[in-house]
């Protein structure tokens, strides 16, 4: 089984700054693309940014200059360093990643649980 969890959400004011991390645990060969995902109420889950293995990185418009995705593959962790932030950033984030448990089998892909993000004066 692989674990994925996220830690260093919470209250901010506007403008303020956030880093969150997620660390995968379990049996694992291999993790490929580690990415957050972003859940704001009544709406669908939406790509934050996204790395690969080889430290590829995308990003949504939204986020794009505010924030920078990196990863420690040592650690099998991933942050999420988020600047500039906005009211419209409060949401619930998720860590996602596309992990493989043996060499010989298909990477499977996991989620956490999500935390929450509220950007409030």
């Known amino acids: 089984q692989v674990q994925l969890v996220e830690s260093g959400g919470g209250l901010v004011q506007p403008g303020g700054s956030l880093r969150l991390s997620c660390a995968a645990s379990?049996?694992?060969?291999?993790?490929?693309?580690m990415g957050w995902y972003r859940q704001e109420a009544g709406k669908e889950r939406e790509l934050v940014a996204r790395?690969?293995?080889?430290?590829?990185?995308d990003y949504a418009d939204s986020v794009k200059g505010r924030s920078i995705i990196s990863r420690d593959n040592a650690k099998n962790t991933v942050y999420l360093q988020m600047n500039s932030l906005k009211p419209e950033d409060t949401a619930v984030y998720y860590c996602?990643?596309?992990?493989?448990?043996?060499?010989?089998?298909?990477?499977?892909?996991?989620w956490g649980k999500g935390t929450l993000v509220t950007v409030s004066s």
């Open positions: 996602n990643a596309d992990v493989s448990i043996l060499a010989t089998m298909p990477a499977s892909n996991y």
């Open positions: 790395i690969t293995r080889t430290g590829r990185t």
């Open positions: 379990g049996v694992i060969f291999s993790i490929n693309t």
